[in-house]
Structures are given as structure tokens and as C-alpha cells.
């Protein structure tokens, strides 16, 4: 099946620093990939829909200046948490693939702590 | 938008005994409805999915319903073992390259 990579796994960072999230689509080619948080103990949220070559879509109540999503090729998105506060700890998950019926696939998840 | 309402939020089993997790839909337009395992600290793992234009899909020990005009699905899980214990989250979707829209979620514990 389809691989979905993500880097880092996990980090941590001080309040007011930025931190990147890479999401990889590794044997496809993705031309739009979705975005999700999980807060500890709850479900899984959709922040944005990641399109190549054009601007992400986001979720009403994600902030698009906090969370900036670039996705400039078929095989990349990123994720980045600009300014990031204690708040936004959370995990961090990017799915890909799933065009044609086929199964949308997801990434390991990055863990973020923001101290 | 889709708004996916799961139930129980929790649910403990004896092993060897049935566990069903029921979820409803609102968006009419979905079609597609997954299935995800999720233990702790890792990501969802899709274990079973049903599209609009089937009523049931089995694998094994796990199934899956699907009422359209009631706009609600269900997992069985039978001869529950102690590492069918996870978090369960049901979702719905248009399609299956569309963005998800998850259930709350089902903490599935199974003793021994």
C-alpha cells in the first residue's frame, strides 16, 4: 500500500518559536493532503486540506497565519506552526492518497510540546 | 458539514464476548465510511471500510453495517482478545480521497 512519511516524529520547542512539519508521500503522487490534530484523549480534527501548486484550505477556526501549509510538490507538504504556544501541543497528522477509491493513507504523526 | 455522533464512548468486554459501536451521519452526501484502530501514541490504522452502495462488509472478526437511509453505521467485532483494546474512531467522507470527518472516538477495552 501507499507510504505516508512524516518529519519529525516528535518536538520540542520553546513558546514563540517556529517549528516545520514535513509530510512525504513516499511511492505516490499526492495532489492534495489533509491536515489533523488530535488533542490528548480526543478525536482527530481536520485543520486544512493541502493543495499542490495553490493555496491550503482551512478548517473555520485555524488560524492560516499560525498555521502555514505549503505544498509545493506532488510528494511534499509542510506543516508549519508559526509563534507556537503551550496550546498548540498537540499531534500532529497528515493523510495522503485515496484518489480513485483507493485508501487514504496516514503518516506517523509528529508530537509536538511547546514549553 | 458533516457532523458523526459515536457511541459508546467507552465500551469493556469480557474475551471471547461481542463489542458494536454504532455511529450516526448528517451529511447525506457522504459515502464513504471508515473504519480506524488507533493505540496509544501511534497513528489510526484503517481496519475496515464500506461505501454507500454496500449494506455489509465483513473480515474475519470485524464487520461493518451500513443503513443509507438511516444514516448510521456500526462496527462488530466478535471473539473480542485482549489486543482488540484501542481507541475506535468511525468516519465519514464523500469519498476516500476526500477529507474525513471523524467520530469522537470508543476507548475498546477487552479483559481476560
Known sequence: ????????????????TSVKI???SLDFQATTMFWYRQFPKQSLMLMATSNEGSKATYEQGVEKDKFLINHASLTLSTLTVTSAHPEDSSFYICTGGG?????????????LLVL | GENVEQHPSTLSVQEGDSAVIKCTYSDSASNY???YKQELGKRPQLIIDIRSNVGEKKDQRIA??????????????TETQPE?????FCAASINS???LNFGKGTSLLVTP
Open chain 1, 1 to 16: 500500500g501507499a507510504v505516508v512519511s512524516q518529519h519529525p516524529s516528535w518536538v520540542i520547542c520553546k513558546s514563540g
Open chain 1, 99 to 111: 484518489a480513485g477509491g483507493e485508501t487514504q493513507y496516514f503518516g506517523p504523526g509528529t508530537r
Open chain 2, 33 to 35: 465510511f471508515p473504519w
Open chain 2, 97 to 99: 480521497g476526500y477529507a
Open chain 2, 64 to 77: 461493518v453495517t451500513l443503513n443509507k437511509t438511516a444514516k448510521h453505521f456500526s462496527l462488530h467485532i
Open chain 1, 22 to 24: 514535513e509530510c512525504r
Open chain 2, 84 to 88: 482488540d483494546s484501542a481507541v475506535y
